[in-house]
């Protein structure tokens, strides 16, 4: 996560209440077998490219909740809203969210941006990753596809409500 400010409960709610008129950004609660689990997050989306962002925020990160809601957002951006390029943005210094796109997402191709962002006064540099739908469908889906079929997921709080079953092909 880029802000490393506390948010207050007032700015989550001005923030909360315009994702409805933006268009390019839209949240979805995760639950995996009927347990609300996390949140994905996809932001700067352009429907003409086909392109955006994505981010997770994860309540249990000790039932490695973290990869199933990953690997479930990735599947969803690309086979459900039918986009052809996802990125990512990474603080150069979170090792572990490093490892996590990398290692279990699969995300390849990082590329470094020196000083790119300021926090408390300091430069910091940001490995962006980025994943095409072409490295998605020959490379990652089947990679993902036991996370995947062996949970039960429901997206909702968006119109869709898609529910995964037990099986990606059951929407």
Known sequence: MLNQNIISKEEHLVYCKNLTKDKSNLVYRVSINKIPCGVINYTKLDYTNKTGEFGIYVLDKSRRIGICVGRLAIYYYFEVLNFSELRIRVLSSNKRAILYFEKLLF??????YKKEFIING???DIIHYSMSYRHWNNVVKNRYMDTICHNS???DEKPENIYYQKSPLTI
């Open 107 to 112: 995300f390849s191709a990082p590329y470094l």
């Open 122 to 124: 300091s430069s910091i």
């Open 153 to 155: 997921f429901i997206v």
